[in-house]
């Protein structure tokens, strides 16, 4: 993202492990001289690490049945 933006400074950070339901998973940021900019990498930086990053989600219901 420092190539394509500028970036002051950019941080992304996914949690591992089981996550109850609105418990935050991933939190990017990033500083950059001019907020709309700083959203964009922030955009492009979720929608990159979703597409790269192997991410699996395994749920489970109440009655113990999984999906994912």
Do not use: N, Y
Request: proline share 6%; net charge neutral.
């Amino acid at each position: 993202m420092a190539e394509k933006f500028p970036v002051l400074g950019i941080a992304a950070v996914h949690r591992v492990g089981d996550l109850a339901i609105g418990d935050l998973a991933v939190v990017v940021a990033v500083s950059c001289p001019h907020r709309g900019e700083a959203f964009d990498a922030c955009r492009a930086l979720i929608d990159e690490l979703k597409a790269a990053v192997p991410i699996w989600k395994h749920q489970s219901s109440p009655t113990g049945r999984a999906s994912g």
